[in-house]
C-alpha cells in the first residue's frame, strides 16, 4: 500500500504540474470584467448636456429634490424636469436595466468551470481521475464579451432616449397645467367681469332703461360663467396630479404653481440642418446601431457554438497495474449538429436589427419634420392673434363698455363684444399652450435643448454596419470614439465652448459665435438691459456644470 500510495501522490504532481499552468491563465481571463461599458455616469453625462439635467442618486421610494430647485415658489418647466429625472419611479425602473445589462457583460467574461472525474478503486481496480479544461470557451470568450458590451451600449443610449422621452412629457404636463391655471384664471375674471355688466344692467332696469330680457340676459350669462369657472378649477386639479406623477411627488399634499414665461420666437436652423443634426445624434439610432452589431457579433458566435473542446489530464494508480499519467484532449464531431438553427435564426436577427434601425431613422426624419411645421404653425398663429386680433378686440371691449354706461349702445352688442374678447383670450391661451408642447416636441425629436445648445454640435455619424466597439470607451474618453474634449472659457467664468477637441469644429463653433454676438450688437445698445438680457440667452447654452 505504500508503494501504491506513493505512485498515485508521484501522479498527481505530476498532473498538477502539466494542469497549473492552464488552469491559472484560465482562472486570470475569466474574471469578471467591464471593459469599459457605460454606466449611470454615462447616462447622466449624456442627459446633461442635451438638456442640462441629470439622473439623481440611486434612491428606491424617497422623494429628492434636487438643492437648486425650490418648488415651494412656483415650478418652471426647467424645475420640473430636473425633479422628474431623479425621482420619476418609471425611469428610475428601466435604469435598472443598465445594472442588469452589465451583469450580463460580467457573465459573459465568466469561463465554465473545470470539471473534475474520479473512479474509486476497488478490488484490483486502480484509482482513476481526470481532470477536463473548457479551452473551446476561452477562444470564443472574446466574442462574446464583444457582443454583449455592444448590447450594453444599446441599452445605456436607449436610457438616455428614454430620459429625453421624460423630459418631454414633463414639459408638456407642466405646459398643460399652466394652460388650465391660466384658463381658470381667465375663468374668473370673465365673472368678474359679467358679474359688473349684470350689476349695471340691473341699475339700468331699475332706470327704466333697458328692458327686462337684457337684464335677465345679463343674470344668466353671469351664472353661466360660474359654472364654467367652478368646472376649469377641476380641470386644474387633473393637470396637476399627472405632473406631480411624472414628476414623482404624487404623495405631496403641497399645491404646485406653474411659472412660465412668455413665448419667444426661436431662431432654428433649417429644417434640413435639423434632420441633419438629429439623424446624427438621436440616441435611439445609436441604440439600433448598436444593436445590428451586437446581431453581427451573435451570428458570428452561433457559427462557432457548437464548437467543445476540452484539454484532459488522466491518471490512474493502485491496483493491479501500474500509476500513471497522460494528457489528452476531447471534442465534439460536428457531423449532426452544427447549431444550424441557431445560425438561421441569428441571421435573421441581423435582418431584423437592421430594418429596425432604418424604421427609427425614418421615424426621427418625420418626427422632425411634423413637429417643426407644428412648431411654426404654433408661432405663426400666436403672433397673428396677439398682434392683429387681440389689439382690435380690447379696444372694441372698451369703447363698447364706455358707450353702454352712458347710454349709447345696448347691453347685447356689449355682450357680443365681450363674448368674442373672451373667445380669443381663450384662443390665445389655448396656443401659448400649443406653443410650448411643439417646442417640447421639436427639442425631443431632434435630441437635445435647442435653447440651450448651438446647432451643428453633434456626434458622430451613425453607421449601422460599422464597428461601434469605441463608443464603450471607459469614462477617460469621451462619446465620441475616444476623442479628448476641450473646453474654452469666457472671461466670467463660462463655457463658450465644450465638446470635441478637433480644430475644425473648434473653429467652426466659436466663427458661429462670433457671427451671433455681432449680429447682437448691431441690433442694440449692450448697455441697455434689453441687450443684457439678449446676451444672456445666448450665452445660457455655452454654460456647461
Known amino acids: 500500500m505504500g508503494d501504491q500510495a506513493r505512485d498515485s501522490g508521484v501522479a498527481m504532481r505530476a498532473a498538477l504540474r502539466v494542469a497549473a499552468p492552464i488552469i491559472l491563465m484560465?482562472?486570470?481571463?475569466?474574471?469578471?470584467?467591464?471593459?469599459?461599458?457605460p454606466g449611470r455616469p454615462q447616462v447622466d453625462a449624456q442627459l446633461v448636456s442635451r438638456v442640462q439635467h441629470g439622473i439623481g442618486p440611486n434612491t428606491c421610494g424617497e422623494?429628492?429634490?434636487p438643492s437648486d430647485v425650490n418648488i415651494s415658489d412656483g415650478v418652471s418647466p426647467d424645475e420640473a424636469v430636473a425633479v422628474a429625472l431623479w425621482n420619476n419611479s418609471a425611469f428610475n425602473a428601466t435604469l435598472a436595466q443598465l445594472g442588469i445589462a452589465r451583469g450580463?457583460?460580467?457573465?459573459?467574461?465568466?469561463?465554465?468551470?473545470?470539471?473534475?472525474?474520479?473512479?474509486?478503486?476497488?478490488?484490483?481496480?486502480?484509482?482513476e481521475w481526470a481532470l477536463f479544461l473548457p479551452v473551446d470557451a476561452l477562444l470564443l470568450r472574446e466574442t462574446r464579451l464583444d457582443m454583449t458590451e455592444r448590447e450594453v451600449c444599446r441599452v445605456a443610449r436607449q436610457l438616455v432616449q428614454n430620459g429625453l422621452d421624460l423630459v418631454r412629457d414633463v414639459r408638456v404636463a407642466h405646459a398643460d397645467l399652466a394652460f388650465a391655471a391660466d384658463r381658470a384664471s381667465l375663468a374668473d375674471e370673465a365673472v368678474q367681469l359679467r358679474r359688473m355688466i349684470a350689476d349695471l344692467t340691473q341699475k339700468q332696469l331699475n332706470a327704466g332703461?333697458?328692458?327686462?330680457?337684457?337684464?335677465?340676459?345679463?343674470?344668466?350669462s353671469l351664472k353661466q360663467?360660474?359654472?364654467?369657472?367652478?368646472?376649469?378649477?377641476?380641470?386644474?386639479?387633473?393637470?396637476?396630479?399627472?405632473?406631480?406623477?411624472?414628476?414623482?411627488?404624487?404623495?405631496?399634499?403641497?399645491r404646485l404653481t406653474p411659472i412660465v414665461d412668455d413665448p419667444v420666437a426661436r431662431m432654428l436652423p433649417e429644417l434640413d440642418a435639423l434632420i441633419s443634426e438629429a439623424t446624427t445624434s438621436r440616441p435611439d439610432l445609436h441604440a439600433a446601431s448598436l444593436a445590428v452589431a451586437a446581431a453581427q457579433r451573435r451570428a458570428e458566435?452561433?457559427?462557432?457554438q457548437w464548437f467543445r473542446f476540452d484539454l484532459v489530464g488522466d491518471a490512474n494508480s493502485g491496483g493491479a497495474g501500474p500509476s500513471n499519467f497522460g494528457p489528452g484532449f476531447r471534442f465534439d464531431i460536428p457531423i449532426f449538429d452544427r447549431n444550424q438553427g441557431g445560425v438561421h435564426s441569428a441571421d435573421w436577427t441581423i435582418y431584423q436589427a437592421t430594418q429596425n434601425y432604418n424604421a427609427v431613422r425614418d421615424q426621427i426624419i418625420a418626427d422632425v419634420q411634423t413637429s417643426y411645421?407644428?412648431?411654426?404653425?404654433?408661432?405663426?398663429?400666436?403672433?397673428?392673434?396677439?398682434?392683429?386680433?387681440?389689439?382690435?378686440?380690447?379696444?372694441?371691449?372698451?369703447?363698447?363698455?364706455?358707450?353702454?354706461?352712458?347710454?349709447?349702445?345696448?347691453?347685447?352688442?356689449?355682450?357680443?363684444?365681450?363674448?368674442?374678447?373672451?373667445?380669443?383670450?381663450?384662443?390665445?391661451?389655448q396656443l401659448t399652450a400649443d406653443y410650448r408642447r411643439t417646442a417640447a416636441n421639436l427639442d425631443r425629436s431632434v435630441g437635445r435643448n435647442l435653447t440651450w445648445e448651438l446647432p451643428g454640435m453633434t456626434e458622430n455619424e451613425v453607421v449601422p454596419n460599422a464597428d461601434l466597439a469605441a463608443q464603450a470607451e471607459s469614462t477617460n474618453h469621451s462619446e465620441n470614439g475616444g476623442e479628448p474634449?476641450?473646453?474654452?472659457?469666457?472671461?466670467?467664468?463660462?463655457?463658450?465652448?465644450s465638446g470635441s477637441g478637433d480644430p475644425e469644429k473648434v473653429g467652426r463653433t466659436l466663427r458661429r459665435i462670433a457671427d451671433q454676438l455681432e449680429s447682437i450688437d448691431r441690433k442694440r445698445d449692450t448697455d441697455h438691459p434689453a441687450g443684457q438680457d439678449a446676451i444672456r440667452t445666448l450665452t445660457a447654452g455655452w454654460r456647461q456644470e
Open 26 to 37: 484560465i482562472a486570470t481571463t475569466g474574471c469578471a470584467v467591464n471593459r469599459g461599458a
Open 63 to 65: 422623494e429628492v429634490i
Open 104 to 127: 450580463d457583460l460580467i457573465q459573459a467574461g465568466l469561463l465554465r468551470n473545470p470539471q473534475f472525474q474520479i473512479f474509486l478503486p476497488g478490488g484490483t481496480k486502480q484509482l
Open 209 to 220: 332703461d333697458i328692458s327686462e330680457l337684457e337684464a335677465i340676459t345679463a343674470e344668466i
Open 225 to 254: 360663467s360660474e359654472a364654467d369657472a367652478a368646472a376649469l378649477r377641476h380641470v386644474v386639479d387633473q393637470a396637476e396630479a399627472r405632473l406631480k406623477q411624472l414628476m414623482g411627488l404624487g404623495r405631496m399634499p403641497d
Open 301 to 304: 458566435l452561433a457559427r462557432k
Open 373 to 429: 411645421s407644428q412648431y411654426q404653425q404654433a408661432n405663426d398663429n400666436l403672433t397673428q392673434l396677439q398682434s392683429n386680433v387681440l389689439t382690435s378686440l380690447e379696444e372694441a371691449v372698451r369703447l363698447a363698455g364706455k358707450a353702454f354706461s352712458d347710454g349709447g349702445t345696448s347691453y347685447f352688442l356689449v355682450l357680443q363684444t365681450t363674448t368674442q374678447y373672451l373667445d380669443a383670450r381663450v384662443q390665445e391661451i
Open 485 to 497: 474634449n476641450v473646453v474654452i472659457l469666457s472671461g466670467d467664468g463660462s463655457a463658450l465652448f
